[in-house]
């Protein structure tokens, strides 16, 4: 079963340093999310690709904050000089044009 | 506002009994879907069941269902003879708008359901 799959599942990292996380998307999906959720909280949504293009950024999403698509496949969502507010689980979903989107399990960034 | 409420921070259940999730949305919009989606400890968000707004039957899918009462703007599910492994949190989500420009998802803040053996 081919999943979403999301690399690493834990990361620490000091304040300060970049961080990179990959995610690798159903293949036949052409739409790929990346969303936030700090403790307790439901998601949040921060950028959306369709194909290789970046459609929608969240106001979430700062100027420490980049996310890729290369070639419409796998994504990448670096984040630059990070702080303790960072904290938080990184998910990345992918779906077809309107259909559901499938989740993967997540990427748990904490910021010491 | 919040555009999707739960009001139910946690819920228990007895194994093998049935239980309702609240969930009430808020939207402008004619068209849209509403989600519920289960995350066990592990962090996976997994699909369970979709309503679309102009769907005139409640949706189901094998144990869950949906109650949705479009006037009321609730979207609550049903999970039928409740098994130990549906202890998790569970969130409902809506996608506003029709066309291409419905894709992402607001989500409620969670129930954590309990289920008692």
């Known amino acids: 079963d081919t999943g979403v799959s999301q690399d690493p599942r834990h990361k620490i990292t000091k304040r300060g340093q970049n961080v990179t996380f990959r995610c690798d998307p159903i293949?036949?999906?052409?739409?790929l999310y990346w969303y936030r959720q700090t403790l307790g909280q439901g998601p949040e949504f921060l950028t959306y690709f369709q194909n290789e293009a970046q459609l929608e950024k969240s106001r979430l999403l700062s100027d420490r904050f980049s996310a890729e698509r290369p070639k419409g496949s796998f994504s990448t969502l670096e984040i630059q000089r990070t702080e303790q507010g960072d904290s938080a689980m990184y998910l990345c979903a992918s779906s077809l044009l309107r259909r559901e989107a499938f989740f993967g399990q997540g990427t748990r960034l904490t910021v010491v | 506002a919040q555009k999707i409420t739960q009001t139910q921070p946690g819920m228990f259940v007895q194994e093998k009994e049935a239980v309702t999730l609240d969930c009430t949305y808020d939207t402008s919009d004619q068209s849209y879907g509403l989600f519920w989606y289960k995350q066990p400890s592990s962090g996976e968000m997994i699909f369970l069941i979709y309503q679309g707004s102009y769907d005139e039957q409640n949706a189901t899918e094998g144990r869950y269902s949906l109650n949705f009462q479009k006037a009321r703007k609730s979207a609550n599910l049903v999970i039928s003879a409740s098994q130990l492994g549906d202890s998790a949190m569970y969130f409902c989500a809506m996608r506003e708008g029709g066309g291409g420009s419905n894709y992402k998802l607001t989500f409620g803040k969670g129930t954590l359901l309990t289920v008692n053996p």
């Open positions: 293949s036949e999906h052409n739409r």
